[in-house]
């Protein structure tokens, strides 16, 4: 797609870093923490999964808008019959059964894991849809109560093309986030946001926790000795570089240019993606940092990730720490980037942290994020006139 000409930049990058205590944000199947092997050293990783999962929370609060991903459609349906409309619980099952199974994706009969139909992909649409699909159900009641309960797998009596049409909508969430649906037509959307995994900028080990949980009868009995229970977990801490771009140009295509809805999209996903924060073991670490440093590059040709500037891994201060390293080896890094790439495609660029010296190679120092956020937008979507 050509880049749009009334919009000055095409890409937001968000470049970030961040000190995590210890945590472990990104588990993996065994409860381990996420590695990964880059310059000759091991990292801890975050997956751009759960990042994106904690800032698509963050954003939906931010936004008013909110965005369902489930197999469970039908259930959700048969609940809002049966809670909110008063449905016998019967009939409500019933409808909840004929819409899973009416639309293009299909759905699965129950079995011993999963207790009622589900559909055999995820749908992922806007939170209304669900109001949308029970007012369906309303206006099909009387075809539903004549219907059977279904058994195996059948033919549902709810016209699959107004299924369709309520799992195709979309709203901002869908727009930035992206939706992959391939068994409905026309009901992908490509995600205006890329997201890179987050990883430390130096090597890192993992610790393992023990643990012991004391059972209170026997502490306040006193007449035996032992836990109630033993286990152990692991953690580790660190600078976390992390990164993500916004595609402007794909965002004002989801929003059929519709610019002002782009702009209000992208500052709140700016704002989640910053200040967001995975929210795995939060009861037992509380890892809630903020970025040491944020720095927002506008830029009308491509994004340009500064991951490379931790390939070698940053050695611990002359003081100790891991921060101040990292942010000298980001200034560096974005510096010598745009001494390489001259004034090719760079429109604007700032920075705003916890540290206040000054950081040349990151542009404008801003006082806080907003002024930083705003900024961004003012030149990558300035107002039209």
């Known amino acids: 797609m050509d880049h749009n000409p009334r919009v000055p930049g095409r890409f937001i990058d968000i470049h970030l870093l961040q000190s995590i205590p210890y945590a472990n944000l990104n ?23 759960s990042w994106k999962r904690a800032t ?4 939906q609060r931010i936004t008013g808008q909110a965005a369902v991903r489930t197999r469970r459609i ?27 199974t009416g639309s293009s994706i299909k759905a699965e009969a129950p079995n011993e894991d999963v207790p009622a139909w589900s559909t055999n992909a995820m749908v992922y649409v806007p ?33 699959k093309e107004e299924i369709d049409r309520v799992l195709r909508s979309t709203n901002g969430v869908i727009h930035l986030f992206g939706r992959m649906l391939a068994e409905i037509d026309d009901a992908g959307v490509d995600g205006a946001v890329q997201a890179a ?54 965002l004002l295509r989801n929003l059929k240019g519709d610019h002002a809805s782009a702009k209000e999209l992208t500052a709140a996903f700016l704002e989640a993606f910053i200040l967001s924060i995975p929210q795995a073991k939060k009861t037992a670490t509380a890892p809630h940092t903020i970025p040491d440093v944020a720095h927002l ?11 490379a500037a931790f390939e070698e891994p940053v050695p611990v201060g002359r003081d100790g720490g891991y921060a101040r390293p990292s942010i000298t080896k980001l200034t560096e890094y974005a510096t010598a980037a745009h001494r390489m790439l001259g004034a090719r495609g760079l429109l604007q660029s700032g ?29 990558a979507l300035p107002t039209e006139q």
């Open 127 to 159: 939170a209304p849809a669900i109001t949308e699909l029970a007012d369906l159900a309303e206006a099909h009641r009387e075809t539903i109560e004549k219907a059977s309960d279904m058994k195996k797998a059948g033919k549902s009596v709810l016209p």
């Open 74 to 100: 039908g259930e959700a349906v048969e609940q809002v019959l049966s809670q909110d409309r008063k449905w016998p619980q019967d009939l409500a099952r019933r409808a909840g059964q004929h819409i899973a």
């Open 197 to 250: 995994h987050a990883f430390t900028t130096h090597a890192t080990d993992t610790e393992i926790d023990y643990f012991a949980a004391v059972d209170d009868i026997t502490d306040a009995w006193q007449d035996t000795t032992g836990s109630a229970h033993m286990g152990n977990t692991e953690f580790s801490a660190g600078v976390f570089y992390r990164y993500a771009t916004v595609d402007l140009d794909d």
């Open 27 to 49: 588990r993996d199947d065994t409860n381990s923490v996420k590695q990964v092997e880059f310059g000759g050293r091991t990292r801890t990783r975050v997956s751009s999964q």
């Open 351 to 379: 920075w705003t942290g916890t540290h206040t010296a000054s950081l040349q190679g990151l542009g404008d120092q801003h006082d806080s994020l907003d002024a930083l956020i705003q900024h961004a937008l003012d030149a």
């Open 297 to 307: 590059v506008v830029r009308s040709d491509r994004p340009v990730s500064f991951a």
């Open 56 to 59: 698509r929370t963050d954003f």
